[in-house]
């Protein structure tokens, strides 16, 4: 949800449309994904100030979030899920000379 100009807020909802956690604030959230499972959301954060930042993934179950990286700010595209839910893909855009340049992560969870 757009909560202003340059704030974003991503919330965990229930199926009866009540809000059960905020799991995350930012400048943008973005590259959103499910698990193979459909248990756990991973993300990503940027921000300008000193808020989140990074690859996120919430348990849905819990709530519980952990962030994964804070190297990786400018995902390229949606988070990816490996087949088994244990490792994420992850693109990272770096800007270089006149132009972007794309670095591709394996995130494996533990």
């Known amino acids: 949800e757009r909560k202003s100009e340059g704030k974003m807020i991503l919330s965990l909802i229930d199926f009866s ?5 905020t799991l ?3 400048n943008q959230i973005f590259g959103t994904n499910w698990s193979p499972d459909e248990t756990k959301l991973a993300y990503s954060v940027a921000s300008n100030n000193s808020g989140q ?17 804070v190297d990786i700010q400018l995902v390229a595209d949606a988070v990816r899920w490996s087949p088994s839910g ?18 591709t992560y394996i ?3 533990k």
């Open 17 to 21: 449309g009540n809000e059960k956690k």
């Open 86 to 103: 244990k490792k994420l893909l992850a693109a990272n855009a770096v800007q270089e000379n006149e132009g972007y340049k794309f670095i």
């Open 53 to 69: 930042a990074g690859i996120f993934v919430a348990d849905a179950n819990s709530g519980k979030v952990v962030q994964l990286t």
């Open 107 to 109: 995130i494996e969870l």
């Open 24 to 26: 995350a604030e930012g």
